[in-house]
């Protein structure tokens, strides 16, 4: 495996950079020792729909491809904020798509669960042969469930889920069925996460495995949601892993996943397991 060497960072900075996070100042830091980076390829026709694919210097053989969809509550984030999401992972010799996808104001569920679609789509057909592992934190979290549960999205690009997702992972991704009573939440969703626009409302059927982690200090998406989802899958005769983790908060989901912040963090290591466990190529992924 492909070891890269942390560059030399002050202490100062260090803690500059755990006081607020910024994203710019964590991408300079992290290396790119472990990637080729190809940007801003289009996956759709609509302006604005383009994706960032980060090649392994040292390649697993046979490896799943992972589309990894950025959080921001459906009204901000870019692709380019997460390189560290893109070095985490290449460092481990997988493939990673991150896509950017409309944003408010001027969508409307479904916009941002299609265009997720579109992306995956786009990545299955790109890396044929290969399954795909989709990923994402909060309001990406959410766009990859409904992807992964609902097959009509990628259907309508001319995939079968069955046959291309081998696992999707909600990391502190809304799920419940929770009447929305904000702006701009009631515009982007007319139905107020009441009916099949919240994965938990969606009509039992196979799908691939889940895994869903959430912190128990996060007060944005509480930890419930994601037990409640993996038992109805796992009632259904489906598979989900449920896992909670002490001391992370919302935002701590991507952020312990870049070098700098992972400490002894149990989460990667986790999401890298379930990853091994679905690997293997299959007729169908769907349980």
């Known amino acids: 495996m492909l070891k890269l060497i942390r560059p030399a960072v002050s202490g100062a900075l260090l803690l500059a950079v755990a006081a607020c996070a910024p994203v710019d100042v964590l991408n300079t830091l992290t290396p ?17 729909l383009t994706l960032d694919v980060y090649k392994p210097q040292n390649p697993r053989a046979d490896a799943p491809v992972l589309m990894f969809v950025y959080g921001g509550s459906w009204t901000s984030g870019d692709k ?7 070095e985490s992972f290449t460092s481990e010799g997988y493939t990673v798509v991150i896509p950017n996808y409309r944003l408010y104001p001027g969508i409307q569920f479904p916009d941002p669960v299609t265009d997720t679609a579109k992306a995956a789509a786009w990545a299955s057909k790109n890396f044929e042969g290969r399954p795909l592992i989709l990923m994402g934190q909060s309001a990406g979290g959410y766009n990859v469930l409904m992807t992964g549960l609902d097959g009509a999205y990628l259907a309508n690009e001319g995939v079968d889920v069955c046959q291309s997702v081998a696992g999707v992972v909600s990391l502190a991704g809304p799920v419940g069925i929770v009447p929305l009573k904000k702006e701009p939440y009631i515009t982007i969703f007319p139905d107020r996460f009441t009916k099949a626009d919240a994965p938990m ?23 419930q949601n994601a037990q409640q989802l993996g038992e109805k899958t796992n009632a259904r005769g489906g598979s989900a892993q449920v896992k909670l983790y002490d001391d992370l908060g919302h935002v701590d989901m991507v952020k312990v996943l870049s070098r700098f912040f992972d400490g002894d963090a149990a989460l990667k290591p986790d999401i890298l397991k379930f ?13």
Do not use: N, W
């Open 275 to 287: 990853i091994a466990q679905h690997s293997e190529r299959q007729e169908t992924y769907c349980q």
């Open 80 to 86: 380019s904020d997460y390189k560290f999401i893109g």
């Open 32 to 48: 790119s020792g472990s990637y080729d980076r190809m940007e801003d390829v289009s996956y759709g026709e609509i302006p604005g």
């Open 201 to 223: 409302g969606l009509p039992d059927a196979p799908s691939p495995p889940l895994f869903l982690a959430s912190g128990l200090e996060d007060k944005t998406v509480y930890p």
